[in-house]
């Protein structure tokens, strides 16, 4: 079957820095994205990686590696509204998305 | 005005009764998606359109039907609700490559409780 994994919650403290793990195995790849939810909304467009490496986009990083089957979103200068879920989901080869159950970010003062 | 529309956003019935979640969209994507999300689980797909004409089942589609009235409009029916029905459903539109990617934008939610 198909599965995609991540921590069910992190902690982290204002102004750190944050790595959140997905790792996948999907029938085929072509795509990674990450969404970020805020409680009781819409789930939005953060980053997406279709080819291995590092993209960046301001204080949110992530990281591909197919071989792998692995992926990071990684925060910078973490801000207390960074508090959310943030979702890994993977396009496969039937062009269907395949959704992580998130990971639960807590930032602490 | 939002891009994606969703009613209602909160509702609580009982069950064996008929349920409808309307979805309004001013993207002018031919992609829409329903999903639900339950807590401790991905968001799971109940039924997808490519095209007013293309209607697909997802990977819950038992319970559920729906409806492309137009490019714009998608809605979910629930013919005869039951308690595990509980959950917040999400439409979502695709489309306008952002980063080489077809990205979902998604409706605000509609929290449904069955009784």
């Known amino acids: 079957g198909q599965n995609i994994d991540q921590p069910t919650e992190m902690t982290a403290t204002e102004g750190a820095i944050v790595q959140i793990n997905c790792t996948y195995q999907?029938?085929?790849?072509?795509?990674l994205f990450w969404y970020q939810q805020h409680a009781g909304e819409a789930p939005t467009f953060l980053s997406y990686?279709?080819l291995d490496g590092l993209e960046e986009k301001g204080r949110f990083s992530s990281f591909l590696s197919r071989s792998k089957g692995y992926s990071y979103l990684l925060l910078k200068e973490l801000q207390m509204k960074d508090s959310a879920s943030y979702l890994c989901?993977?396009?496969?080869?039937?062009?269907?998305?395949?959704w992580g159950a998130g990971t639960k970010l807590i930032i602490k003062p | 005005d939002a891009d994606v529309t969703q009613t209602p956003r909160n509702r609580i019935t009982k069950t064996g009764k008929r349920i409808m979640l309307e979805c309004s969209q001013t993207k002018g994507h031919d992609r829409m998606y329903w999903y639900r999300q339950d807590p401790g689980l991905g968001l799971r797909l109940i039924y997808y359109s490519f095209d007013v004409k293309d209607i697909n089942k997802g990977e819950i589609s038992d319970g559920y039907s729906v409806s492309r009235q137009a490019q714009a409009k998608f809605s979910l029916s629930l013919e005869s609700a039951i308690p595990n029905q509980t959950a917040l459903y999400f439409c979502?539109?695709?489309?306008?490559?952002?980063?080489?990617?077809?990205?979902?934008?998604f409706g605000a939610g509609s929290r449904l409780t069955v009784l």
């Open positions: 999907t029938s085929g790849f072509n795509g």
């Open positions: 990686n279709v």
């Open positions: 979502a539109t695709e489309g306008g490559s952002i980063s080489g990617a077809n990205v979902l934008t």
């Open positions: 989901a993977v396009r496969d080869s039937n062009y269907q998305l395949i």
